[in-house]
């Protein structure tokens, strides 16, 4: 059973960035499946202050980020840097479709240029 443990904590130090960006911190870190392909987290921590309970806490949101997407998300986000930078949108096309979304087209709307997505904490099975 320690064998196990020990193993899972090793998949979780493969590497890690801190960057300290004002009151938030964000966090890089490397990870890898049971299967040892490699992904990444990325994990926004801010202090905020409960004043009911008067002491302060952190309040985390974290995204994965799997290899099969890492270029996709890499040209995404350099688009919408360049254009806060510059002011002028990339001349790369709004969005790269793969099959899952060319055959479910209720996932990503095209037509009014906003993306809606289901709420991930909705169960549907338990309605």
Known sequence: MEEMENKERDREEIFSRAVRAGKRTYFF?????VG???????????????????????EKHKLFL????????AN???????????GKAPERP??????????NPEVIRTSSRTI???????DPDTN
């Open 29 to 33: 870190d490397v990870k890898s499946t």
């Open 36 to 58: 040892e392909d490699y992904f990444i987290t990325i994990t926004e921590s801010k202090r905020r202050f409960n004043n009911e309970q008067g002491k302060f806490f952190y």
């Open 66 to 73: 799997y290899k099969e997407d890492f270029d996709k998300f």
């Open 76 to 86: 995404g986000l350099s688009d919408v840097i360049e254009y806060i930078r510059t």
């Open 94 to 103: 709004e969005f790269d479709y793969d099959t899952a979304s060319d055959q």
């Open 116 to 122: 809606e997505f289901e709420d991930l904490s909705h």
